[in-house]
């Protein structure tokens, strides 16, 4: 017995338990802080990536002005993380009778994480498959009042190019426009995009009768918009030339 009554056994077995808690406690503090650590370092990289987004998706809607430019054109694009690279793109027109128009658009698409933008179509659109929106319209339109339909293909006409990991990668452009009438007819407008959704959306909004298909096997869908009624339509390709580098 103890000068308290108590056994010595006791007490050694409430020491060794006192030393246990404190050890049990310490380690859960240390997996608590390394949690927070790494819930806080997941916030930032997700922080950054999205300013890198909207920073990519700002440059490409005020730098790639298809419709607007001529000539010569270089714009710059900032981004601390990803890569921003060419990807195959195609746009099609087509009548009753089968394909009257196809043309090689090509994409640039900007990756980091699950951010994702890309330019393709004379649009500029955030996301991907069902989440995805424009930040900038395609310059596809059609008139009921008039019966016309206007098909602007901004073809970036780009070489394989591929950059990333906090760099500015310079644009250059030499942009020309080619018009021409494909007649009177019932068309079909069909562009090649990994974003579905938002095109379906704004041709939807336009009247047209919206569907996807994977036209040439490849894995990436194709939006088909179907305009009502007879229409004279014509396409105007703008060709970008577009070389992508290093800034």
Known sequence: MTRNGAPADVRRERGQSSVVGV???????VVALGVLTASVGALVEGHAARADADRVAADLQSGLRPVESTGHRTTTVRFAGGRLYTAERRLRVSDAAGTVAAVDIGALVYENADRRVAAVAGAVVRGRGENAWLVEDPPIVG????????????????????????VTAKLSANVT??????GRGRYEVAVETEAPAAFERYFADRGASVSRSDLDGDGVVSVVAEFPGRRRAYLVEHRMRLEVADG
């Open 143 to 166: 008139s009921d009042s008039n019966g016309v339909l206007v098909v602007g293909a901004a073809n970036l006409s780009a070489t394989p190019s591929s950059v990333g990991g906090g």
């Open 23 to 29: 050890a049990l406690l310490l380690g859960m503090t």
């Open 177 to 182: 426009h080619d018009r021409r009438s494909l």
